[in-house]
């Protein structure tokens, strides 16, 4: 089985300060995703990657940053926290191509106060 | 309009009924189909992929309408462990695009 792993389940950060969140897949699969999640919105993309070095923006990239050094890795850079990114994060992977369903990790719960 | 719409529920059905969920989604050019289940405070699940001659696992089936641009998640005989938040998602060629709706709750009662 693929596995996702994030490194933190719950995080409390203060405003301003710099988060790291991130995101291991085991299975060598070339995409890699974050979301958020909050309720009455779903699941939303901040951004994803196709490859090493490569991201692109998703739908709600504004605060965040990625960096994908690894093809295993993919972080989340939350640049300046806000409370406003108080949030359920999710990260996912996915083989290239379509057709094939994302497996996600636990998940972060961050609170930014 | 959203791209990927569902009933947000909740559905409050009795153990062993059956229960149909739709999902509609609003471009032509998807291609891929799936249901996601979710726990309360999990992380979403694949739970089967949709194709175009509708396809079955188990208790489940799933069933595909490219004209009317919907899918369909059919539970029969359903069990307290249904109880979970079903999630549509829709994929177009890029793996980029892939949409989610925003569930449909089921809550099983004994």
């Known amino acids: 089985d693929v596995k996702v792993t994030q490194s933190s389940r719950y995080l409390v950060k203060r405003t301003g300060e710099k988060v790291f969140l991130e995101c291991v897949q085991d299975?060598?699969?070339?995409?890699m995703f974050w979301y958020r999640q909050d309720p009455g919105l779903g699941l939303r993309l901040i951004y994803f990657?196709?490859?090493?070095?490569?991201?692109e923006k998703g739908d709600i990239p504004e605060g965040y940053s990625v960096s994908r050094e690894k093809k295993e890795r993919f972080s989340l850079i939350l640049e300046s926290a806000s409370t406003n990114q108080t949030s359920m994060y999710l990260c996912?992977?996915?083989?290239?191509?379509?057709?094939?369903?994302?497996?996600f990790g636990s998940g972060t719960r961050l609170t930014v106060v | 309009r959203k791209e990927v719409e569902q009933d947000p529920g909740p559905f409050n059905v009795p153990e062993g009924a059956t229960v149909a969920f739709n999902c509609t989604y609003s471009n032509s050019a998807s291609q891929s189909f799936f249901w996601y289940r979710q726990d309360c405070r999990k992380e979403p699940k694949l739970l089967m992929s949709v194709y175009s001659s509708g396809n079955e696992d188990g208790r489940f089936t799933a069933q595909l309408n490219r004209a009317s641009q919907y899918i369909s998640l059919l539970i029969r005989d359903s069990k307290l462990s249904d109880s979970a938040t079903y999630l549509c998602?829709?994929?177009?060629?890029?793996?980029?695009?892939?949409?989610f709706g925003s569930g449909t709750r089921l809550s099983i009662r004994p």
């Open positions: 998602v829709v994929g177009y060629s890029s793996a980029s695009k892939i949409i």
């Open positions: 990657s196709y490859d090493v070095k490569m991201k």
């Open positions: 299975m060598d699969h070339e995409n």
């Open positions: 996912a992977s996915s083989q290239a191509g379509e057709n094939y369903g994302y497996t």
